[in-house]
């Protein structure tokens, strides 16, 4: 019997056993991934800066790709902007 594993995209039969779980982290998944975009395209263009890209211009063009990117491949776009963006501390300019 071959079993189908739709993870990440949405399952067909979340209702016994394991696929309800897969059910769950799916769903969770995607409304991380919807949060994250929504807050990479409300971000200011000045909050993306790269030390590689300096002006950062197309910075928010890039990450919001990849985490539209990340929803067919596990959601890892949507997480490492939340660590590498959302979650970075405020350098202090002088």
Same mark, same amino acid.
């Given at each position: 019997?071959?079993?189908?594993?739709w993870?990440? =995209? !949405?399952?067909?039969?979340p =209702?016994?056993? @394991? %696929? &309800?779980? !897969?059910g769950?982290?799916?769903? $969770?998944?995607?409304? =991380?991934? +919807?949060?994250? $975009? *929504?807050?990479?395209?409300?971000?200011?263009? #000045?909050k993306?800066?790269?030390? +590689?890209?300096?002006?950062?211009?197309?910075?928010? +063009?890039i !990450? &919001?790709?990849?985490? @539209? @990117? #990340?929803? #067919? =491949?596990?959601?890892?776009?949507? *997480?490492?902007?939340?660590?590498? *963006?959302?979650? &970075?501390?405020? %350098?202090?300019?002088?």
């Amino acid at each position: 019997m071959i079993t189908r594993c739709w993870f990440p =995209f !949405w399952p067909i039969r979340p =209702f016994f056993g @394991l %696929e &309800a779980l !897969w059910g769950v982290i799916a769903i $969770l998944g995607v409304i =991380f991934t +919807l949060i994250m $975009l *929504i807050d990479c395209l409300k971000r200011p263009t #000045s909050k993306f800066y790269n030390p +590689l890209t300096k002006e950062g211009e197309y910075d928010k +063009l890039i !990450w &919001a790709v990849a985490i @539209l @990117l #990340s929803l #067919s =491949f596990y959601f890892v776009g949507a *997480i490492v902007y939340f660590f590498v *963006i959302k979650r &970075a501390k405020p %350098e202090n300019k002088e």
